[in-house]
């Protein structure tokens, strides 16, 4: 598949459970910085920070490299604000 000229490939079920498990584990990080420096972060903000982990891992798998070049950057953060408008859509919803 391509998009904006940049090869993608198909990810598999292996590499969607790659991505959850590394977003898992880099959330689990991200919330021990934060305890570590007294920061609570609420579930909204845990959302988003789990959901951009998820995308971050997702596009390394499916071969968006952001040093690559400019399209790789532009499909990377279209991706990025399109998780941002659907949390702050699901916030605005449920408040």
């Given at each position: 598949?391509?998009?904006?000229?940049?090869?993608?490939?198909?990810?598999?079920?292996?590499?969607?459970?790659?991505?959850?498990?590394?977003?898992?584990?880099?959330?689990?990080?991200?919330?021990?910085?934060?305890?570590?420096?007294?920061?609570?972060?609420?579930?909204?903000?845990?959302?988003?920070f789990?959901?951009?982990?998820?995308?971050?891992?997702?596009t390394?798998?499916?071969g968006?490299?952001?040093?690559?070049?400019?399209?790789?950057?532009?499909?990377?953060?279209?991706?990025?604000?399109?998780?941002?408008?659907?949390?702050?859509?699901?916030?605005?919803?449920?408040?």
């Amino acid at each position: 598949m391509r998009l904006l000229g940049i090869e993608l490939r198909r990810p598999t079920f292996g590499d969607i459970t790659v991505m959850a498990f590394t977003a898992t584990l880099l959330l689990i990080s991200v919330l021990a910085v934060c305890a570590l420096v007294a920061y609570r972060p609420g579930t909204y903000t845990k959302g988003v920070f789990l959901g951009s982990l998820a995308w971050g891992s997702l596009t390394n798998l499916i071969g968006v490299r952001v040093q690559e070049g400019w399209r790789h950057f532009l499909l990377m953060t279209a991706g990025s604000v399109m998780l941002y408008v659907a949390a702050v859509a699901i916030a605005s919803v449920t408040h």
